[in-house]
T-cell receptor, first 109, second 116 residues
């Protein structure tokens, strides 16, 4: 079966750095997405990785290792507004998105 | 990116009634739209793919007679929850694919449905 694993909840301090991991087992791979979802709102796109390596975009970076079935989202200089759920999703061989359950990130002052 | 709206934002209805949710792509013509359902603290679950001018494609386990989808134009798709029951209470979200090769999706703001 297809499976996406990410931690249920993480806590970090304002101004610090946090890494949210995602591991996947899917039938085929056509890329991995990270989305941010604030409570009661729809997800918003953060990043897309299809090749191994690190993609940096401002305070957010996303890393992919296809051989390990592993990705992480790195958030630097955390702000209170970064408190949200972070969803990992993989595009499988049929170009269907397989979603993880999301990681709720709590930022403390 | 595309701007996607949903209406209503939230709805409360009695058990047995039908509820229609609209999804509009405001600045982007969408031949395809996706409908998701999300229960509290759970992942997004794809319900169906809405195709303009043809029948929707439903995911396994989703009752097509209960969740009616109509994609009548390139900017509007509707989801009707027929004979709603309390277990249908959920957050319903539509999305529009970007058309880029990597299938980035633009999500609507979602509709919170509560069935009493």
């Amino acid at each position: 079966g297809q499976n996406i694993d990410q931690p249920t909840e993480m806590t970090a301090t304002e101004g610090a750095i946090v890494q949210i991991n995602c591991t996947y087992q899917t039938s085929g791979f056509n890329g991995l997405f990270w989305y941010q979802q604030h409570a009661g709102e729809a997800p918003t796109f953060l990043s897309y990785n299809v090749l191994d390596g690190l993609e940096e975009k401002g305070r957010f970076s996303s890393f992919l290792s296809r051989s390990k079935g592993y990705s992480y989202l790195l958030l630097k200089e955390l702000q209170m507004k970064d408190s949200a759920s972070y969803l990992c999703a993989v595009l499988d061989s049929n170009y269907q998105l397989i979603w993880g359950a999301g990681t709720k990130l709590i930022i403390k002052p | 990116g595309a701007v996607v709206s949903q209406h209503p934002s939230w709805v409360i209805c009695k058990s047995g009634t039908s509820v229609k949710i609209e999804c509009r792509s405001l600045d982007f013509q969408a031949t395809t739209m996706f409908w998701y359902r999300q229960f509290p603290k759970q992942s997004l679950m794809l319900m169906a793919t809405s195709n303009e001018g043809s029948k929707a494609t439903y995911e396994q386990g989703v009752e097509k007679d209960k969740f009616l989808i109509n994609h009548a134009s390139l900017t509007l798709s509707t989801l009707t929850v027929t004979s709603a029951h309390p277990e249908d209470s959920s957050f319903y979200i539509c999305s529009v694919p970007s058309g880029r090769s990597y299938n980035e999706q633009f999500f609507g703001p979602g509709t919170r449905l509560t069935v009493l």
